[in-house]
């Protein structure tokens, strides 16, 4: 794994967008895998930058998100659909037809999984993953486990992840217990993947990522196994 510190948290987006720049000019219908959370944001707002200083041009490319909260209305705001809207999607020339996030909505998830997981394949698979990461160690909603699951699943929250998300809800009892994410295979078969950690808090996961350990309870140190993962982290994160 390739790790890259910078300064601070604009540094790293600095950096991260620099990257995703490069594959979309190189590949112009390339295939992104997307992250939400707080982290990736910064990212997103270089990514408009650049296209609205005519730089960068998304017509051709396509995306497939990480994971959806289950169930949630893609209307609602809380939904990783309406975040990735609001922060990328609708301040870009993407045609929104060719982005994808798990249907939060749908009637039957194990359905709606297995065509997600599908539809990667049949789009040729995701040239650029970039990831975040929680602070147990998750990476789109797999979590700490025994077992973890290979491909686009249903799965359940933990307290920790409860609790970290509730600050984006008016209180914890409204966070989804479930969600729809990509699976570790899911994940691991993109050809590149670019991990972002920033803040204090997420120094414990970028440790267990940097040491040799591979473990189920810190799901991202499983990324180790493949051959092209970038993490670009901050100070803040590196360091004690
Ligand atoms: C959520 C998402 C993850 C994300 C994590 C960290 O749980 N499912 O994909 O990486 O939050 O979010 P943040 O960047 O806000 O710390």
Do not use: W
Request: aromatic letters at 8%; charged letters at 25%.
């Amino acid at each position: 794994m390739k790790l890259i510190i910078c300064e601070n948290y604009d540094a790293v987006m600095e950096q991260a967008a620099q990257i995703t720049i490069d594959i979309i000019k190189n590949k112009p219908d390339c295939i992104l895998g997307l992250p939400t959370g707080s982290t990736p944001i910064g990212l997103y707002n270089n990514l408009v930058k650049e296209y609205e200083a005519g730089k960068l041009d998304f017509s051709q490319v396509k995306s497939f998100n990480l994971d959806e909260y289950y169930p949630i209305d893609p209307e609602n705001d809380q939904s990783y659909r309406y975040f990735m809207n609001k922060h990328l999607f609708n301040r870009i020339n993407i045609d929104i037809n060719n982005t994808r996030v798990p249907n939060g909505n749908c009637e039957d998830p194990n359905q709606e999984c297995a065509e997600y997981e599908k539809a990667i394949d049949l789009a040729g698979g995701i040239d650029l993953q970039i990831l975040g990461i929680g602070n147990n160690g998750h990476i789109g909603f797999n979590e700490p486990d025994k077992n973890l699951q290979a491909y686009t699943h249903m799965t359940k929250l933990t307290e920790n992840t409860i609790e970290a998300n509730s600050r984006f809800f008016e209180k914890s009892d409204d966070v989804p217990r479930k969600a729809l994410t990509m699976g570790m295979a899911s994940i691991m078969k993109a050809e590149k993947i670019l991990m972002l950690i920033t803040g204090k808090a997420k120094h414990n996961a970028l440790m267990t990522l940097l040491s040799d350990n591979i473990t189920t309870d810190v799901p991202a140190s499983l990324l180790k196994l493949h051959t092209d993962v970038t993490i670009i982290c901050d100070k803040a994160s590196y360091e004690e």
